[in-house]
């Protein structure tokens, strides 16, 4: 329980660094990313390539200063539950966003299987208005 705990720290500071390759390495080649549905990027993702190309590189390309800031981690058995907060700006409107999330984990052997984002989809889309 601790180890999946710690691994899902190590994959936010990661991601916090812009460390993009050590947040994939920390997935399984067929990993399950979900994005809220309704917001900018909605659906669901399989395999680390995909969460790349249909995730990172837009948030890398849409916004400036993406950043989603995790305030507490629980951890049982082989799920990671992460509470946080996104915060970035727009880049072709300037207007600015933050929003609450919680992230659903699963691990299996040291490895992210699965992600599902929860968030106010409504704040996330405000500033692409």
Same mark, same amino acid.
């Given at each position: 329980?601790?180890? +999946?705990?710690?691994?899902?720290?190590?994959?936010?500071?990661?991601?916090?660094?812009? #460390?993009?390759?050590?947040?994939?390495?920390?997935?399984?080649?067929?990993?399950?990313?979900?994005? *809220?549905? =309704? =917001?900018?990027?909605?659906?669901?993702?399989?395999?680390? +390539?995909?969460?790349?190309? +249909?995730?990172?590189? !837009?948030?890398?390309? #849409?916004? #400036?200063?993406? *950043? *989603?800031?995790?305030?507490?981690?629980?951890?049982?058995?082989?799920?990671?539950?992460?509470?946080?907060?996104?915060?970035?700006?727009? !880049?072709?409107?300037?207007?600015?966003?933050?929003?609450?999330?919680?992230?659903?984990? !699963?691990?299996? +052997?040291?490895?992210?299987?699965?992600?599902h984002q929860h968030v106010d989809t409504a704040l996330h889309l405000k500033p692409m208005?």
């Amino acid at each position: 329980m601790s180890d +999946n705990k710690s691994t899902i720290q190590a994959i936010y500071t990661a991601f916090a660094a812009g #460390d993009v390759p050590t947040v994939l390495a920390g997935l399984t080649p067929e990993v399950s990313w979900t994005e *809220a549905e =309704g =917001g900018p990027y909605g659906g669901t993702y399989v395999g680390p +390539n995909a969460v790349l190309e +249909n995730v990172f590189m !837009k948030l890398g390309g #849409d916004w #400036d200063g993406f *950043a *989603a800031v995790p305030a507490q981690f629980i951890a049982e058995g082989d799920t990671v539950v992460v509470l946080g907060q996104y915060t970035a700006t727009f !880049k072709a409107t300037g207007k600015s966003f933050t929003s609450p999330f919680a992230h659903v984990w !699963k691990l299996e +052997n040291g490895k992210a299987t699965s992600f599902h984002q929860h968030v106010d989809t409504a704040l996330h889309l405000k500033p692409m208005q």
